[in-house]
């Protein structure tokens, strides 16, 4: 992946120009080297037998050709008898013939498809597209492989599990995502069994802040009671005889704009902390504590209240209730692992190709991850660099937008006077200037 050490200038000024030109010419040859032709059809032949030739195989149609940041798009219609995992299969061969970093096939409508031939390794140095106009709850964090942006979006995938060993780029990940979530109507949660060196920086920005495992539990407690409260304010909309049927909600984004709670998002840093005890004592809060957060992440997309779970590693030794919480984190990133079974336990539900993807990540390729869904797919991810000074600035510059969760006041790391009070010496500070 390191192997291309050329500056990203070049691929504009000289590689797009000279990967076009190669593609042109050598397209039907490339075809034909990489079983990509079908033979010719029978009134072909039969023509082609009266003038004493053979016919032509025939070639999948180049029918568009377009040019992005990191490579060349082609647009494909695919002969009769051929599918979308014949070009899967050839990608390797075609990656080789056309001198590409990689080749990502892709399935368009039935009969077509997309080749992206990426020219250069583009997570080596990640640079972001041209951003798309934010949405609520639908943050870039991270660049995938073939060039395109990978979103956290809260609203289809609505909790997530992180992992990677230590220094492989879990924080700077959730850098990006806080710094993402700031500017938007949202509560963010932070829990951090580790003295909170993680999140605290973010507190200006925190509707909540628990930083040992008992406020965690009272956190986790007062949280399930919130959605408890959102339920039946969903029930008690859905009961009004005055709604209409079209307006019958199962959720918060179907109640109307003034009675909508704001959304939550709960960040939990280093997961197995939580899962830790020392007495049995601390077991009895345990078991608490992970009845608590299954609950959240079975129904909390419809109380708009969603998780963001990082950790080294997640598996059952964690002990009573790990494996049914990881079966409801849907989302799944995983940055370099120190060993299979970790990577298996983050990707072995969604595809083998990705554990083995996760597991070749070298230790000095921090920030890069292998991010999946269970739908099956996955793609190779790295999130930008985000300095920690960048990401507390922006959630100071936000902090007056932090909403005021009445239940969760007393978690709150910075009252909100305070955080007014800050916002405003910012502003005079600014004047001043
Ligand atoms: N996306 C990235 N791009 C460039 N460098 C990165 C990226 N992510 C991480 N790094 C580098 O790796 C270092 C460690 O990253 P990070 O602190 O996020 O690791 P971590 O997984 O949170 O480790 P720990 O579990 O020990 O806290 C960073 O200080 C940074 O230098």
């Not at 780029?169 to 990006?176: A, D, N, Q």
């Not at 959304?263 to 077991?283: C, G, R, Y």
């Not at 969603?306 to 997640?314: D, H, S, T």
């Amino acid at each position: 992946m390191l192997r291309h050490r050329r500056p990203v200038w070049f691929w504009y000024a000289v590689g797009a120009p000279a990967k076009l030109a190669r593609i042109l010419v050598t397209y039907r040859p490339v075809m034909e080297a990489c079983g990509l032709t079908e033979p010719p059809s029978r009134l072909r032949m039969a023509l082609a037998a009266t003038t004493n030739r053979t016919a032509p195989r025939r070639v999948p149609r180049l029918t568009r050709l377009r040019f992005t940041a990191s490579g060349l798009v082609l647009r494909i219609r695919m002969e009769p008898g051929q599918e979308v995992r014949d070009f899967e299969t050839a990608s390797e061969r075609l990656r080789h013939s056309w001198r590409a970093y990689a080749v990502h096939v892709a399935a368009l409508t039935p009969g077509w498809l997309q080749i992206k031939v990426v020219g250069y390794d583009v997570l080596r140095r990640v640079v972001m597209p041209k951003a798309p106009p934010p949405e609520l709850l639908r943050v870039p964090v991270a660049l995938r492989s073939d060039g395109s942006v990978h979103f956290r979006d809260f609203r289809t995938v609505p909790h997530e599990l992180v992992m990677g060993a230590t220094l492989s780029g879990k924080s700077v990940y959730l850098r990006g995502l806080v710094t993402g979530l700031a500017p938007q109507p949202v509560a963010l949660v932070g829990i951090d069994c580790k003295w909170g060196v993680e999140l605290a920086p973010f507190a200006p920005r925190l509707s909540a802040l628990a930083c040992a495992p008992e406020e965690a539990a009272d956190l986790l407690d007062v949280l399930v009671e919130e959605m408890t409260q959102r339920y039946e304010l969903i029930r008690g909309v859905q009961g009004l005889g005055s709604v209409p049927a079209e307006s019958i909600t199962s959720d918060i984004w179907g109640l109307p704009d003034e009675l909508r709670p704001v959304p939550i998002v709960v960040v939990v840093d280093e997961v197995a902390e939580l899962f830790l005890t020392a007495s049995s004592a601390d077991e009895k809060r345990r078991d608490q504590m992970v009845t608590q957060l299954i609950r959240i992440a079975q129904l909390g997309r419809a109380a708009g209240i969603y998780l963001e779970v990082c950790g080294q590693r997640f598996g059952a030794e964690l002990g009573k209730g790990a494996t049914a919480l990881r079966a409801q984190l849907t989302g799944r990133i995983s940055h370099r692992v120190n060993d299979e079974t970790t990577a298996k336990m983050a990707l072995g539900d969604i595809s083998p190709s990705a554990v083995l993807a996760a597991t070749a990540i070298a230790p000095e390729q921090r920030g890069v991850a292998v991010a999946g869904d269970s739908s099956g797919g996955w793609s190779l991810v790295r999130s930008p660099f985000t300095e920690l000074a960048d990401a507390v600035a922006t959630c100071a510059e936000h902090a007056h937008l932090t909403p005021d969760v009445p239940g969760l006041t007393a978690f709150r790391p910075i009252p909100a006077a305070t955080g007014l009070a800050l916002v405003a010496a910012d502003i005079s500070a600014d004047h001043k200037d």
